[in-house]
């Protein structure tokens, strides 16, 4: 079954203690991005990443980092947590064909992430 | 810079009435266009989207989409709304002429169809 898969789906952490939050997909996309959903704000981008070894910013980055090092793989690393990144974030892929952005993404089921 | 509005945070239709859900755009070339519904404790699922020809697209579940350019809207349609339409919906959009540019979401609508 193609799928974007995210874990942890719940975390409770404290301030400052580094946590990763991985994410998979099994479809050989090549873009792979990180969103946070807040009530009212709807989805911010954080990160994209074009494809292995590509990564840049969205409108969020502040706080967050991202590596690519595989196809696959879409890590969202938080090295000091604070609690102004309580959020639900989600992590997403796409195909990116050569010149072609007109696909869409498909949605992991998300990670509420709370820090206290 | 791209940029997505929603003009209604919450829409209320009667069940079997058709439905309207408003999204207006600004890109700086020309748009990709998208509507995604998310259900309450879910990811965001894909309805459907524009990428050229007919401004009329069909989508996932009985829903339509109609581009405009001149007024740079891409409201979503049904002619008759479901109980189980009842969900969070998101417009996106991605500049077709700079693709690598990320996708921005509107701050969604939600809507609500009563019995």
């Known amino acids: 079954e193609a799928q974007v898969t995210q874990n942890p789906r719940y975390l409770i952490t404290v301030t400052g203690k580094k946590l990763t939050v991985t994410c998979s997909q099994n479809m050989n996309h090549e873009y792979m991005s990180w969103y946070r959903q807040d009530p009212g704000l709807g989805l911010r981008q954080i990160y994209y990443?074009?494809?292995?070894?590509?990564?840049d910013k969205g409108d969020v980055p502040e706080g967050y980092k991202v590596s690519r090092k595989e196809k696959r793989n879409f890590p969202l690393i938080l090295e000091s947590p604070s609690p102004n990144q309580t959020s639900l974030y989600f992590c997403a892929s796409s195909s990116t064909p050569l010149g072609q952005g007109g696909y869409e993404q498909f949605f992991g089921p998300g990670t509420r992430l709370t820090v206290l | 810079a791209q940029s997505v509005a929603q003009p209604e945070d919450q829409v209320n239709v009667a069940e079997g009435n058709p439905l309207t859900v408003k999204c207006t755009y600004s890109?700086?070339?020309?748009?990709?266009l998208f509507w995604y519904v998310q259900y309450p404790n879910r990811g965001l699922q894909f309805l459907l989207k524009?990428?050229?020809?007919?401004?009329l697209v069909k989508g996932s579940y009985g829903f339509e989409a109609e581009f405009n350019k001149s007024q740079t809207s891409f409201h979503l349609k049904k002619p008759s709304a479901l109980v189980s339409d009842s969900a969070l919906y998101f417009c996106?959009?991605?500049?077709?002429?700079?693709?690598?540019?990320?996708?921005?979401f509107g701050p969604g609508t939600r809507l609500s169809v009563l019995p």
């Open positions: 996106a959009v991605r500049d077709r002429d700079n693709y690598g540019q990320n996708f921005v």
């Open positions: 890109v700086s070339g020309n748009p990709y």
């Open positions: 524009y990428i050229t020809g007919d401004n």
């Open positions: 990443s074009m494809n292995v070894e590509v990564t």
